[in-house]
């Protein structure tokens, strides 16, 4: 417990929150105080990152902030205090006050019921901050007490297995939380039939599509846990019917992400949380594309599993430039060629040259070079990204290229010794006798 009070708020490799299950966020406010003057072991949390969800509220340092991450469960809260209006209520910070239920020792409940209730208060110090559309959604979010109804399903369906647990957006290892309906095969014939009612119910038209979006999106999670539980191993049948655990996690990628963030919930906070969710988000392409992928696939990838919530070119390059502020394992790079890419800050580009000088001196190499088609088949990514790792490694002299009508052909630079900055000078005589073997070899 955060100074034995409220509870700690987990937080992903690049301090996004993460959220429970069915949890969604709803709003964001920058520059808000959390004060307590009933408990004397309430923590000490001033101008951090406010964030409202259906089921709790957040408070997350920024830089300036003092403080740990916490939260208040909504169902602790017994009451909200309208806001009243006055001449000095014009000239200071708004305010937002409620009541919570707390036990005789000081903790937050868990629930409204029981304990003794101290008043809150929310101080909103940032500006331009739109308190009433705040108000509205705190309103609603605590009657609609979500909670009540989205946690039952999903903890039936976690059975124990690996020991370690996933739900809502992220998991507690920061990667983005992948669901979908696509993928969902039979396992059981009751699974079946029940998959296969919903999917049937759901094409009917748009509206049963959306009634049925959080079923689906429960039942992939139920899928999602045996697959990583791993604890019984699948017969042969069941591989032939199923296919490989790999396999399955690729074909659930196709609902996306369950709380993307947008300008209506973040607000002034839109960049730099979307800069944050981008970040946990590319973890795993990356990881599947050998550490380095094509800003247009990432922005294509992203926009897929955002829905319907989709977003510009211009907010994808502003979300990434932003890394540079924030320390996650991601980083924006351009190549010499203008091509941008997004790389995990651990990828090495020697792994690469060293994987491309072996292809570039295999025999038939050296006689008729490779292409970029070459370099992709080894390297195992697309054909573009692989001619710039080629432009690359000539850049650093390892290979020289030649222009022909069929295009680019790249081959292993015999001439190591020769001062790229005066091609006309060697620094070793040697590299005179090399040269000689090397033309005597090609007639």
Same mark, same amino acid.
């Given at each position: 417990m955060t100074g034995n009070c409220l509870e700690v708020v987990e937080l992903t490799s690049s301090g996004r929150p993460v959220l429970l299950s069915s949890e969604i966020e709803c709003s964001l406010l920058s520059a808000v105080d959390l004060e307590c003057e009933d408990l004397l072991n309430?923590?000490?949390?001033?101008?951090?990152?406010?964030?409202?969800?259906?089921?709790?509220?957040?408070?997350?340092?920024?830089?300036?902030?003092?403080?740990?991450?916490?939260?208040?469960?909504?169902?602790?809260?017994?009451?909200?205090?309208?806001?009243?209006?006055?001449?000095?209520?014009?000239?200071?910070?708004?305010?937002?006050?409620?009541?919570?239920?707390?036990?005789?020792?000081?903790?937050?409940?868990?629930?409204?019921?029981?304990?003794?209730?101290?008043?809150?208060?929310?101080?909103?110090?940032?500006?331009?901050?739109?308190l009433d559309v705040f108000l509205t959604k705190f309103w609603d979010n605590w009657r609609g007490r979500a909670w009540e109804t989205g946690n039952v399903e999903v903890t039936s369906g976690s059975e124990s297995g690996s020991g370690s647990t996933s739900?809502?957006?992220?998991?507690?290892?920061?990667?983005?939380?992948?669901?979908?309906?696509s993928g969902i095969l039979r396992k059981e014939q009751e699974m079946w039939e029940t998959t296969d009612k919903s999917l049937q119910d759901a094409f009917q038209d748009l509206n049963a599509l959306m009634s049925k979006a959080k079923e689906m999106v429960m039942l992939a999670e139920k899928m999602?846990?045996?697959?990583?539980?791993?604890?019984?191993?699948?017969?042969?049948?069941?591989?032939? /019917?199923?296919?490989?655990?790999?396999?399955?996690?690729?074909?659930?990628?196709s609902v996306g992400i369950i709380s993307p963030v947008t300008k209506e919930s973040a607000g002034a906070l839109y960049?730099?949380?979307?800069?944050?969710?981008?970040?946990?988000?590319?973890?795993?392409?990356?990881?599947?594309?050998?550490?380095?992928?094509?800003?247009?696939?990432?922005?294509?990838?992203?926009?897929?599993?955002?829905?319907?919530?989709?977003?510009?070119? /211009?907010?994808?390059l502003q979300a990434c430039f932003l890394w540079e502020k924030f320390d996650v394992p991601v980083m924006l790079r351009k190549f010499d060629s203008g091509v941008m890419v997004i790389q995990?800050?651990?990828?090495?580009?020697? /792994?690469?040259?060293?994987?491309?000088?072996?292809?570039?001196?295999?025999?038939d190499a050296l006689r008729t070079g490779i292409s970029a088609s070459d370099a992709a088949i080894t390297l195992g990514i697309a054909p573009g990204m692989a001619k710039e790792h080629l432009l690359t490694a000539e850049s650093k002299g390892l290979?020289?290229?030649?222009?022909?009508?069929?295009?680019?052909?790249?081959?292993?630079?015999?001439?190591? /010794?020769?001062?790229?900055?005066?091609?006309?000078?060697?620094?070793?005589?040697?590299?005179?006798?090399?040269?000689i073997r090397v033309a005597s070899a090609f007639g």
């Amino acid at each position: 417990m955060t100074g034995n009070c409220l509870e700690v708020v987990e937080l992903t490799s690049s301090g996004r929150p993460v959220l429970l299950s069915s949890e969604i966020e709803c709003s964001l406010l920058s520059a808000v105080d959390l004060e307590c003057e009933d408990l004397l072991n309430f923590p000490n949390l001033k101008s951090g990152i406010l964030t409202l969800t259906t089921h709790r509220l957040l408070w997350l340092p920024d830089s300036s902030s003092q403080g740990a991450p916490s939260a208040i469960p909504l169902a602790s809260i017994t009451h909200i205090f309208s806001a009243k209006k006055s001449i000095k209520s014009m000239f200071a910070s708004p305010r937002v006050r409620f009541q919570l239920s707390v036990s005789p020792d000081g903790r937050v409940l868990s629930s409204g019921l029981g304990g003794r209730s101290v008043v809150v208060t929310l101080v909103v110090r940032g500006k331009g901050a739109d308190l009433d559309v705040f108000l509205t959604k705190f309103w609603d979010n605590w009657r609609g007490r979500a909670w009540e109804t989205g946690n039952v399903e999903v903890t039936s369906g976690s059975e124990s297995g690996s020991g370690s647990t996933s739900s809502g957006l992220y998991t507690k290892e920061g990667t983005v939380r992948m669901v979908g309906v696509s993928g969902i095969l039979r396992k059981e014939q009751e699974m079946w039939e029940t998959t296969d009612k919903s999917l049937q119910d759901a094409f009917q038209d748009l509206n049963a599509l959306m009634s049925k979006a959080k079923e689906m999106v429960m039942l992939a999670e139920k899928m999602r846990q045996k697959l990583l539980s791993g604890s019984t191993k699948p017969t042969a049948a069941e591989d032939e /019917e199923l296919g490989s655990k790999q396999e399955m996690q690729d074909w659930m990628l196709s609902v996306g992400i369950i709380s993307p963030v947008t300008k209506e919930s973040a607000g002034a906070l839109y960049h730099q949380q979307l800069s944050r969710q981008l970040a946990d988000f590319v973890r795993l392409p990356l990881e599947r594309a050998g550490g380095m992928m094509n800003l247009i696939d990432i922005y294509c990838l992203f926009n897929r599993a955002r829905g319907t919530e989709l977003i510009s070119p /211009e907010d994808l390059l502003q979300a990434c430039f932003l890394w540079e502020k924030f320390d996650v394992p991601v980083m924006l790079r351009k190549f010499d060629s203008g091509v941008m890419v997004i790389q995990n800050k651990s990828h090495s580009d020697e /792994e690469i040259f060293a994987r491309i000088k072996t292809l570039a001196t295999m025999p038939d190499a050296l006689r008729t070079g490779i292409s970029a088609s070459d370099a992709a088949i080894t390297l195992g990514i697309a054909p573009g990204m692989a001619k710039e790792h080629l432009l690359t490694a000539e850049s650093k002299g390892l290979l020289c290229r030649d222009i022909s009508p069929d295009g680019f052909r790249f081959y292993v630079n015999l001439f190591p /010794e020769i001062d790229p900055n005066n091609v006309y000078l060697v620094k070793d005589y040697g590299v005179y006798d090399t040269w000689i073997r090397v033309a005597s070899a090609f007639g």
